[in-house]
């Protein structure tokens, strides 16, 4: 059986791949505890700049909570609700991480998927991709984290509109609200998402892990709070040997070499 996770390495940029296409990339147990480990594992490794969150087939990103096996959860009268555990580990650590993640969003993107989306930093969507909440069509309600990360994003207004009427949009429609960073043609998806990757990767390792933080926090405290944490992050920095570089690079006319220290 293949792996749900599959991990591939170019440079300083990892790429997880969602690896279930045969279900649409549908998330298990198994698959988050997977991406959640991988993520510890890409934690541990300082060579590693940036994450790229891919997946399998042409036809999905992620539709969300495998609803084979939950029924069969359901059936089974199992208790506790250890997927609702393991999407809160796996979908937590996509966005503390302190490395930029970035999704390429192929294809379906829905319930679930869309919500490991958006614990993403980032999201590149290609031009076929579909974005929905379909959760209260069945019954339920987006529970991985889409009612609160949604509406952070894009308000809540918008965010009611999506969850209310669970209808699909499309990568513009998800553009023009704000879910999506930028729309590329699906077939250099994977190539302009490890170009944009990159870019960030060739940036101050500190710098941008201070303002993924900076911005994760931003909001949840008050202005004043947020503008101290920033003064601290900024007097942080002023001492480290990247800042030094940077400069020395600047004035040298030369590409700074950093090394996240
Ligand atoms: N789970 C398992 N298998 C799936 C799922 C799914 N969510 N979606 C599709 N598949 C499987 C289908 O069963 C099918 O397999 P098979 O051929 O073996 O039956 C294969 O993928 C292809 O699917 P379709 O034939 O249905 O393909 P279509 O192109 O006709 O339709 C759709 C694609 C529109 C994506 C359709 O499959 C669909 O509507 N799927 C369900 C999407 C959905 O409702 N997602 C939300 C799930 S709920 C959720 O994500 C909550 C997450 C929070 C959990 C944590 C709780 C705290």
Not at 68 to 76: A, H, N, W
Not at 111 to 118: F, Q, R, S, T, V
Not at 225 to 241: M, N
Request: net charge negative; aromatic share 4%; with cysteine.
């Amino acid at each position: 059986m293949e792996e749900p996770i599959l991990w591939d390495r170019e440079g300083p940029v990892g790429v997880i791949t969602l690896n279930r296409p045969e279900a649409l990339n549908a998330m298990t147990l198994e698959l988050l505890e997977q991406l959640a480990r991988r993520l510890d594992e890409a934690e541990a490794d300082s060579t590693l700049r940036a994450i790229v969150l891919a997946a399998a087939g042409e036809k999905a990103f992620c539709v969300g909570a495998d609803l084979k096996s939950r029924v069969k959860e359901y059936d089974e009268g199992q208790a506790g609700d250890p997927m609702a555990d393991a999407v809160k580990s796996a979908f937590g650590r996509l966005e503390s991480i302190p490395r930029p993640t970035i999704a390429a969003v192929n294809g379906y993107c829905l319930g679930g998927g869309l919500e490991m989306a958006l614990s993403c930093d980032l999201r590149v969507a290609a031009d076929t991709a579909q974005f929905g909440l379909p959760e209260a069509r069945v019954g339920s309600l987006p529970g991985a984290g889409g009612t609160q990360r949604l509406t952070r994003l894009i308000g809540p207004a918008r965010a009611k509109e999506l969850m209310f009427t669970c209808e699909r949009i499309g990568a513009d429609e998800a553009y023009r609200l704000g879910i999506v960073n930028r729309v590329v043609p699906a077939a250099s998806l994977l190539d302009e998402t490890k170009a944009l990757a990159a870019s960030i990767a060739s940036k101050a390792p500190l710098s941008i892990q201070k303002i993924k933080l900076l911005v994760n926090r931003a909001p949840e405290v008050d202005l004043e709070t947020g503008l101290q944490l920033e003064r601290e992050a900024h007097a942080f920095l002023k001492e480290s040997e990247d800042r030094q570089e940077g400069m020395r690079a600047f004035v040298e006319k030369r590409d700074p070499v950093f090394v996240g220290r």
